[in-house]
């Protein structure tokens, strides 16, 4: 039986998610690229356990989030939002999950 929960996303993209929000110009376009096969393939797997579109978009959404969560913190600085990351990642999951992969 499936359940409508997906799976945390944070082991499989908390590396990817620092890597594209350090964003430096040498290595923003490689790293944005693993974060969108990472994505795009937890979205995959999700939609195969029968996870909702909704529940992947939030899981990948609070991962996002604890990886801008722990950057404040080792910068010792006030947790700051990426909006523009969080709506790629939104878009890249819905771009496999309807699209069937």
């Known amino acids: ?10 082991p499989s993209l908390g590396g990817m998610l620092d890597a ?18 990472a994505v ?3 979205a995959r797997q999700q939609r195969n356990r029968g996870v909702s579109l909704d529940s992947v978009m939030r899981a990948v959404s609070s991962a996002l989030m ?5 950057r404040g913190r080792d910068m010792h600085a006030s947790s700051i939002r990426d909006p523009n990351l969080a709506r790629q990642l939104r878009a890249w999951c819905s771009e496999d999950y309807l699209g069937g992969g």
């Open 20 to 37: 594209a929000l350090d964003r430096s110009i040498t290595t923003s376009l490689e790293s944005l690229d693993s974060l969108r096969s």
């Open 1 to 10: 039986m499936f359940d409508n929960y997906a799976d945390s996303a944070s």
């Open 40 to 42: 795009r393939k937890y």
């Open 66 to 70: 604890e990886a801008e969560d722990d």
